[in-house]
Each structure stands twice: as structure tokens, then as C-alpha cells.
């Protein structure tokens, strides 16, 4: 079976598209910064939550820790011929998820010298028929109106972004191209959009997007039962949300293809709208949303500041209808899934704070 060579592969989309090489045999070469755990037991902690606690064959599976913007990544040289000996796919999936100004540094450090670093290790150690597959987010396309396409865009100034992070990834697909265009690189760049739980289970395990917004309303509830909030969220704009299973499923189908595109929007052919998620949290949680477009600081009462502080990130894509081209995509994957339906929001909501908040108040508790 082919060699699949990850970084960042404990983060949650890596680890999920990790288990399901390894249920399908592939050999996996996890690599993965050690910090008070080692390298093999933080894959091995991440694999287990993401499998709900089942075994997982690891047999196939080899974990490194590595330092991503380091020399050979730190790592022992006769190591790194060993694993790029044979035609390998490698993702690159490390990357800082802050957005803020005050995480400047570590966001361009990680998700633009981290990248340059990668393409230095792959360059030197991988076979040429290698590939090197760059997971980029679809929210790269940053402030631009109309539809965003399957192609390179160039770099531009933090204005024309959300965020730092979006520019940081936007700059490190232009350090790809520049590497495919001067030195050959056998490189493609894969787009997520926001990635969600599982859309068969429900069960969802990332705080991110619309689940940093439910964990802020949910605490939000148990502070002020019973309260009626006006949020700053138009609800007619919508998220396009991918699911985790959806995702791995796309990526072991790039694996086991030979000719895959150079650029591709992982996104759901179908966006959820606002409303939606909205009126779900105000059923599970004694809280009551209005979602209130255009609501201005000077009008918010207390608990609404709390909330629009709280929300500085998920607030600038609460008006957002980006359009994403998928014809590349759909090239390689022919009938792709079409994305969650409202129903099976509901339920990854529902199971979110049901599960995940509910357990980290318990540990909390069990802690005190
Ligand atoms: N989640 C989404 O909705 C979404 C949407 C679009 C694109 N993406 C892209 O998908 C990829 C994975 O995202 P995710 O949601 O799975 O994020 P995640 O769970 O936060 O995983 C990020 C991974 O990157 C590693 N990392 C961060 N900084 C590092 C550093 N300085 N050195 C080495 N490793 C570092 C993390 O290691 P530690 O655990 O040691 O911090 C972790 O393994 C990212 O490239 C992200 O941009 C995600």
C-alpha cells in the first residue's frame, strides 16, 4: 500500500483523514510536535477520540515528532530517506487557526514559513513522482465578490482579508506556485471550507466556527437563563459548512487517484443559512437569539457587547454568501456528497453542547 506522509496529522481534520487511512490500510506517516505528551501518544490520544474510543489498528501507522520551521524539521536525516524513499503523497495540514493582529507572528511563522519549510524537506528528500498536497481553507478568497475559482489569486493587503489568518493562507498558495512554476514542484492545493462533525453521527468533535459561536451562547444561557439577545448575524447569509467524513472521504479519493487537479474547493454544493443555526441553539438552549443585522454597539445593551466581543472572529462571516466554484472538484470526485442538510446541523449542535460542553463542565467540576 502507497506511503501517506501528514503534518499537524493530531489536528482534528488530519486525524479524522488519518483514521480513515488506516481503516482502509494505508501506510501512514503521522507527524506530530510533542509538547508535555510525545509525539506517539498525542496521535494516538487524537485517533482515539476521533475513533469514540474504539481501537484503531495502528499497525500501519509510524508517528515523528518534528519541528515544522526547523532544519530537516529537527528531525534525524537517515529517518527522512527512510520515509520519502518511495513515491509518498504528503499533506501539509499544520497550520496556527488565530486570526488576530496579536497573533501576527505566530500566524505568518506557521502557516507561511512552516510551509516554505515543508516544501524545503519534501523538495530534498522526496522521489519526483511524489506529490505534495497543501490543505488551504476556501476563506482564502477573503473579501472578494463573486465566485471563487479553482485557480491561484494574488497576494494582497490585510484589507482584502477577514483576518491574518486568511491572508497567511492565501500568501502560502503563492509560495507554492512560485515553487511549481521555478522549481518544478509536483504540488496541489486542496480548499476546505469550514469543516464540521461527522454528518451521519452527528458526533462533532472541533470548537471552531459555528461551534465557538454555540459554546459562547451556551455559556452565555447558563449565565443569563431566560435573557432575550439580539446578535449582529444576518440571518439570510449563510456558512457553508463541509463535514469531517465528507472531507476524508474527498482526500482518500485524491490518494487514490493518479491525476488529480492543482487546485480544489472542498466545499458543500449546499450552504446552510443563519436562521438555521440560530433558531437550533435558541431550541436547545433557555435563551432566546434575534438575529439582528447591522445592530450597532451603541444600541447593544450589556449582555450583547459580551456577545459581540465574544464573537470578534465568527462575526465577520455572519454576512457572508461566498459562491465557490467546484468544477475541478468535481473532475476528480464525479458524484460528490452534497454537503450536510439543516437536519444534520441540528443534530451535530445538539450533540456539541449536549456532549462536548457538557463534559468539559463535568471535568471541570471533578477537577475543583
Ligand atoms: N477546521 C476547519 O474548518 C478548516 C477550514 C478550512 C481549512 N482548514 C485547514 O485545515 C488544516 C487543519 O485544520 P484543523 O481544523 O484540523 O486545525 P487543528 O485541529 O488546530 O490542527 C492544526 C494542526 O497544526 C499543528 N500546528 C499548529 N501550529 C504548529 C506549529 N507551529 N508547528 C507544528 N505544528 C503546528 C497543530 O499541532 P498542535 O496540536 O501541536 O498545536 C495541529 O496538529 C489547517 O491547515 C487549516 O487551515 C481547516
Given at each position: 500500500m502507497k506511503t501517506v506522509i501528514i503534518n499537524g496529522a493530531n489536528g482534528y481534520v488530519a486525524s479524522n483523514f488519518v483514521r480513515n487511512l488506516l481503516k482502509q490500510h494505508y501506510h501512514v506517516i503521522a507527524l506530530v510536535r510533542a509538547n508535555k505528551q510525545d509525539a506517539e501518544e498525542r496521535m494516538n490520544n487524537a485517533l482515539a477520540i476521533m475513533n469514540d474510543g474504539e481501537n484503531i489498528n495502528t499497525n500501519n501507522l509510524e508517528v515523528y515528532n518534528y519541528s515544522l520551521c526547523d532544519d530537516d524539521y529537527s528531525m534525524d536525516k537517515n529517518i527522512l530517506k527512510s520515509i520519502f524513499s518511495s513515491n509518498i503523497d504528503y499533506f501539509h495540514f499544520a497550520a496556527s487557526l488565530k486570526y488576530d493582529e496579536k497573533s501576527m507572528d505566530e500566524i505568518f511563522s506557521t502557516n507561511i514559513e512552516g510551509v516554505e519549510n515543508s516544501i524545503k524537506v519534501f523538495s530534498k528528500y522526496a522521489t519526483t513522482s511524489s506529490r505534495f498536497f497543501y490543505i488551504g481553507?476556501?476563506?482564502?478568497?477573503?473579501?472578494?465578490?463573486g465566485v471563487f475559482k479553482e485557480q491561484f489569486y494574488q497576494n494582497e493587503d490585510i484589507?482584502?482579508?477577514?483576518n491574518y489568518y486568511e491572508q497567511s493562507k492565501r500568501f502560502a498558495e503563492n509560495i507554492i506556485k512560485g515553487n511549481i512554476e521555478k522549481n518544478g514542484l509536483n504540488a496541489h492545493i486542496i480548499r476546505l471550507s469550514q469543516v464540521v462533525g461527522n454528518h451521519e453521527t452527528g458526533i462533532t468533535r472541533t470548537d471552531y466556527g459555528i461551534f465557538d459561536f454555540a459554546k459562547r451562547i451556551s455559556s452565555l444561557a447558563t449565565r443569563f437563563p431566560n435573557e432575550i439577545v439580539r446578535v449582529?448575524?444576518?440571518?439570510d447569509s449563510t456558512q457553508n459548512l463541509i463535514p469531517v467524513d465528507t472531507v476524508t472521504q474527498h482526500l482518500t479519493r485524491v490518494v487514490e487517484k493518479n491525476s488529480v487537479p492543482r487546485i480544489m474547493n472542498f466545499v458543500s454544493n449546499r450552504s446552510i443559512q443563519n436562521s438555521h443555526i440560530i433558531e437550533t441553539l435558541n431550541q436547545i438552549l433557555p435563551l432566546h437569539l434575534i438575529p439582528m443585522k447591522g445592530l450597532e454597539w451603541k444600541d447593544m445593551n450589556q449582555i450583547e457587547r459580551l456577545v459581540s466581543v465574544g464573537m470578534s472572529f465568527t462575526e465577520s462571516y455572519t454576512s457572508t454568501n461566498i459562491h465557490f466554484e467546484t468544477v475541478r472538484r468535481d473532475e476528480l470526485l464525479k458524484n460528490p456528497e452534497t454537503g450536510p442538510d439543516e437536519k444534520s446541523i441540528s443534530e451535530m449542535l445538539r450533540y456539541y453542547i449536549e456532549n462536548n460542553l457538557a463534559k468539559k463542565k463535568s471535568k471541570k467540576y471533578e477537577a475543583a
Open positions: 481553507t476556501a476563506y482564502s478568497c477573503g473579501r472578494l465578490e484589507s482584502a482579508f477577514r449582529r448575524v444576518d440571518a
